[in-house]
């Protein structure tokens, strides 16, 4: 029986409008409480999500945050401006994020830093590119980046993190790591949490998979033991492909 609640995180990117965020929520169905649910919109629908989302058990979850409280860096948002707005966390590091924009396990962390300090709930993405998971390498770059990310955070700090394990070569390409593929990640990256925070953290830490997740193999992605969610992208915009993912994840026990 797992110990941890299952997380369905929806991560939006770049899709869809304020309209079309509200319409999105008055097509959710009732949510239990055995599963944690999320979504995060782009900036602008932020604010129509977070008002949506009121009376409802969904998190709302800003894309990125910047490590400082204010200052001249065009482009960017900051923690206190989520605060304001009433969002609950947000997602650092994806790969997207980590490929276009110059993301680095440094910059990673600083953003960490800066969420938790605002009480903002992270999601923290980790995953390799094509050429590292060929050439045997998936681990070595797995712990690379959490070392980087989880630099100078002790496990009261820790405790509140949720990692996504997220393959960037089965990102919005169709593919997706096979169960087994996800589960010895996941299962490398909670056995890094115990070693670098001690017992409890691995018991508690909740590691969502991300990639290409969809309803036809969520199912199978969740019953591994320690795959405690799932961040998902495409699916995640469909209100219907979303809530069977959701009735995937409820399915999943936890004590």
């Not at 609950?88 to 300090?117: C, M, P, W």
């Not at 903002?120 to 998971?133: A, D, M, N, T």
């Not at 681990?139 to 989880?150: H, M, S, W």
Request: hydrophobic content about 40%; proline content about 5%.
């Amino acid at each position: 029986m797992a110990q941890r609640k299952p997380f369905i995180a929806g991560n939006w990117k770049m899709f869809k409008t304020r309209e079309e965020t509200r319409v999105f929520f008055q097509a959710l169905p009732q949510l239990g409480d055995e599963v944690d649910v999320a979504v995060a919109p782009p900036f602008t629908a932020l604010e129509t999500a977070v008002e949506a989302a009121r009376g409802t058990r969904v998190g709302v979850y800003a894309q990125n945050v910047h490590w400082e409280d204010d200052g001249a860096f065009t482009g960017e948002i900051s923690a206190p401006m989520l605060n304001e707005i009433g969002v609950d966390g947000v997602i650092i590091g994806h790969s997207e994020r980590r490929q276009y924009f110059g993301e680095t396990d440094e910059t990673v962390n600083k953003r960490l830093r800066a969420a938790l300090r605002h009480n903002l709930k992270p999601i923290v993405c980790v995953g390799e590119v094509l050429e590292q998971r060929r050439g045997g390498d998936t681990l070595k770059v797995i712990e690379q980046q959490l070392e980087g990310a989880f630099e100078g955070l002790g496990p009261s700090e820790a405790i509140n993190v949720v990692i996504a394990y997220e393959p960037v070569w089965a990102i919005g390409t169709g593919e997706t790591a096979t169960p087994e593929q996800a589960q010895e990640v996941h299962a490398y990256i909670r056995e890094w949490l115990g070693k670098r925070f001690g017992p409890d953290a691995p018991k508690q830490m909740r590691i969502q998979y991300g990639g290409s997740v969809k309803p036809e193999n969520a199912r199978t992605l969740l019953e591994q033991e320690d795959i405690d969610g799932a961040l998902v992208g495409g699916a995640s915009l469909d209100a219907e492909k979303r809530a069977q993912i959701i009735r995937f994840g409820s399915d999943k026990k936890f004590s």
